[in-house]
């Protein structure tokens, strides 16, 4: 399972970019909005800060198929080959992933709330497939759940498609689909930030360095000592 960052504050991308093993930088409209600044420079920035080579996610704003093929063929133009376009996935967004698919774009269908939603999405040639895992919680379903029946669809029925889940609150529900081996999960910077947060692993880090520093001199290391 690829993990993603889910965000566009480019201070935080940095530094989590700069720590954890992350494939890309996924974005959506509202993402965009909170960082108070024009879309593309906003994006330009992310994909200068991963790289030409690592995955960038941004979505299309359009209602209608042909306006989301329009958006699709200039977020591609702007961010370079390694971008996805995200489409929601409802008639006018499948409708758009079929035209894009067969003009070799790449797609992310989102917001994708059911498994018929993700099933369609890879039937139209979406590369990943993502379903809103704590949205879903939120609404008295089980967002992994849904995850993991989209997972199978895809490996049951040989459809060359992923499931990139977003919409986490918590690592454990991040873990919980890393056991079941999914493509993707897109987390917000805040929440991997709290990945490895645990009194438990300071506390033993820091007897570690207290012991050595016992035996040699404070401030030593094992390229010091
Ligand atoms: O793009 C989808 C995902 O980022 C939604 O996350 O936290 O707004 O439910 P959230």
């Known amino acids: 399972m690829k993990l993603i960052i889910d965000d566009a504050d480019v201070k935080a991308i940095r530094r989590i970019w700069d720590y954890y093993p992350c494939a890309g930088v996924t974005t959506n409209p509202s ?12 994006l330009r920035e992310i994909r200068a800060i991963i790289g030409p080579d690592a995955q960038l996610h941004a979505q299309v704003i359009a209602r209608e198929a042909d306006g989301m093929v329009k958006d699709a063929e200039r977020i591609v133009r702007e961010l ?25 774009i790449k797609i992310t269908a989102t917001a994708i709330y059911t498994p018929m939603q993700g099933y369609l999405a890879g039937m ?89 520093e016992g035996l040699t001199a404070k401030g030593t290391t094992m390229s010091s000592c």
Request: with cysteine; net charge negative; proline share 5%.
């Open 124 to 212: 139209c040639g979406a590369q990943y497939a993502a379903p809103y895992v704590n949205r879903i919680d939120n609404m008295g379903y089980d967002g992994i759940k849904v995850a993991c029946e989209i997972h199978e669809i895809y490996k049951k029925n040989d459809i060359p498609c992923e499931v990139l889940a977003a919409s986490f609150k918590n690592s454990q529900q991040v873990l919980e689909l890393c056991k079941y081996g999914i493509g993707a999960a897109t987390v917000a910077c805040s929440v991997i930030d709290n990945f490895v947060k645990n009194a438990a692993i300071d506390e033993a880090v820091e007897a570690f360095i207290h012991d050595f």
């Open 31 to 42: 993402i965009l909005a909170k960082s108070g600044r024009p879309p593309f420079e906003v």
């Open 80 to 104: 370079g080959d390694n971008t996805y376009v995200k489409v929601p996935s409802l008639p006018e967004g499948f409708k758009a992933m079929k035209a894009l698919h067969a003009k070799g």
